[in-house]
């Protein structure tokens, strides 16, 4: 059965840090593809960031600011996320999806999902 634990969420000053993690068990995160979304408040899901086994993809709004990163000896993976905006503010999943071969964009097109974890940006 596969699990998704997201940890690191928070409080956070506008133009501060804050680093996601995303503890998987059940899949190793280096062979299927893991995804952060994000939901705001009367918002759909939003793409983040997202690593196939091979590629790093970006959503618009936080290219050059959040960085996903993976520990395959922990089966873990991270979101940086730098020079934080009051607009970042949202619920942030974890997700899991196949190997590759499907929109990596799509959250429907994810199998698995944590419990989320809140990000909140003061301005």
């Known amino acids: 059965q596969v699990q998704l634990v997201e940890s690191g969420g928070g409080l956070m000053q506008a133009g501060g840090s804050l680093r996601l993690s995303c503890a998987a068990s059940?899949?190793?995160?280096?062979?299927?593809?893991m995804g952060w979304f994000r939901q705001a408040p009367g918002k759909e899901r939003e793409f983040v960031a997202v690593r196939t086994w091979s590629t790093i993809y970006y959503g618009d709004s936080v290219k050059g600011r959040f960085t996903i990163s993976r520990d395959g000896a922990k089966n873990m993976v991270y979101l940086q996320m730098n020079s934080l905006k009051p607009e970042d503010t949202a619920v942030y999943y974890c997700?899991?999806?196949?190997?590759?071969?499907?929109?990596?964009?799509?959250?429907?097109?994810?199998?698995?999902w944590g419990q989320g974890t809140q990000v909140t940006v003061s301005s």
């Open positions: 059940g899949r190793t995160v280096s062979t299927y593809t």
């Open positions: 997700a899991s999806g196949p190997s590759g071969g499907f929109d990596v964009r799509a959250p429907d097109n994810y199998n698995y």
